[in-house]
């Protein structure tokens, strides 16, 4: 009797124990080998080409050309890569077209994709990438027999500011028909974040089960933006009798970002319903806003000391005039939260990358859900 009791013990015991274990597994991630390539998706976020945006943003396209001096900063994939121990993923353009040159990954990205539709288009953008990803990944297929390249890579996504910058640039009533027609100004994040879920639905049928779709920065606080902000303050003080005149507002455009906002909010949602329907992928979404807004709201806690002018720029805020040259930068961008009209300096972009990647220690913060990039890419090191 007295052994019948021990084992009872020793069997529930073992039943506490077990629980724990199980229930952590559950809400563990699935086990992924290191990830062998990394693959990039988006607009000028994921290229340097958001330094050459032209001084007049109503012009067909907001990058026209090459980086005017690439060694100014490094965008984040390039920091996402680094973490990955991977090689800082070649413009596609770059290529020679043979499957070695693209196994460690490609960057399919960059600005200038818009062209006269204005931001509206910006889905044939999309939709132009994933075509390239996807035959990409069939080449590598045909020609090193990598059945599980596809499988094996992780895609990241970083479309939006593009669109949300030319949204959001002021000018004449032309070009203002031209960044919001009748979907209006609301419709482009109903339109923009409802192809984005649907560009990772096609890439996990091509073949994709890690991806990573990274959100839009607060561009309402962005030095262009705030600039404009600026301008329709004195002129609605000019035309309600005013002298125009006044202090700077040193506050960012609440409007622009609450546009920003819902985006981020539906591209989540549409990620969240995508997951449930594709249980064998992991699927990640990245709160950029999140990120560069707790910088912004405490810019001296993380070494930065001015938050809301550009680095490279003239004129209030430095954003009246965009960047077209390296004289024009400031001595030490990494004291700067913005580097030009709408793009974050490196130091910005590197502690969005190390809150992707995992949880800062110092501050408790982690951007990605379900889980932090450095699970995604399958490393041992957060």
């Given at each position: 009797m007295a052994l019948l009791l021990l084992l009872l013990l020793l069997l529930l015991l073992l039943l506490c124990l077990a629980a724990p274990a199980a229930a952590a597994a559950e809400s563990e991630p699935s086990s992924r080998p290191p990830a062998t390539a990394l693959f990039v998706l988006g607009d000028s976020t994921v290229s340097c080409a958001a330094t050459t945006l032209p001084i007049n943003l109503t012009a067909p396209s907001l990058s026209t050309g090459p980086c005017l001096f690439p060694s100014t900063r490094r965008p984040l994939p390039d920091l996402l890569a680094a973490k990955m121990r991977l090689p800082s993923p070649p413009l596609v353009s770059t290529l020679n077209g043979t499957a070695a040159a693209v196994s460690k990954g490609v960057n399919f990205g960059g600005g200038g994709q818009y062209g006269v539709g204005g931001v509206f288009r910006v889905g044939a953008a999309v939709g132009q990438q994933v075509r390239v990803a996807a035959e990409t990944l069939q080449l590598m297929q045909l020609e090193m027999a990598a059945e599980d390249s596809a499988a094996a890579a992780v895609f990241v996504l970083s479309f939006g500011a593009d669109a949300y910058a030319r949204l959001?640039?002021?000018?004449?009533?032309?070009?203002?028909?031209?960044?919001?027609?009748?979907?209006?100004?609301?419709?482009?994040?109903?339109?923009?974040?409802?192809?984005?879920?649907?560009?990772?639905?096609?890439?996990?049928?091509?073949?994709?089960?890690?991806?990573?779709?990274?959100?839009?920065?607060?561009?309402?606080?962005?030095?262009?933006?705030?600039?404009?902000?600026?301008?329709?303050?004195?002129?609605n003080s000019y035309n309600n009798g005013g002298s125009g005149s006044g202090s700077r507002s040193s506050s960012c455009v609440e409007e622009a970002n609450e546009l920003i906002q819902g985006y981020n909010a539906r591209v989540a949602a549409g990620l969240d319903d995508l997951r449930a329907r594709l249980p064998d992928a992991d699927i990640v979404f990245c709160d950029v806003y999140k990120g560069v807004m707790e910088i912004i709201s405490t810019p001296t806690r993380y070494g930065f000391e001015e938050a809301r002018e550009a680095c490279c720029g003239l004129g209030p805020f430095r954003a009246s005039m965009g960047c077209f040259s390296k004289e024009m930068a400031c001595r030490s961008p990494e004291r700067h939260v913005w580097w030009d009209l709408y793009s974050p300096t490196e130091a910005v972009d590197a502690l969005v990358a190390n809150w992707s990647w995992s949880m800062s220690p110092g501050s408790q913060l982690s951007i990605c859900s379900p889980m932090a990039l450095h699970q995604l890419a399958g490393s041992s090191s957060a």
């Open positions: 959001l640039a002021r000018g004449p009533p032309a070009a203002a028909a031209v960044a919001a027609p009748k979907h209006g100004r609301r419709g482009l994040g109903r339109i923009l974040a409802d192809r984005i879920v649907r560009s990772v639905s096609e890439l996990y049928e091509a073949g994709v089960r890690r991806v990573a779709v990274m959100g839009v920065a607060p561009l309402g606080c962005a030095p262009r933006v705030m600039w404009e902000g600026m301008r329709v303050q004195v002129m």
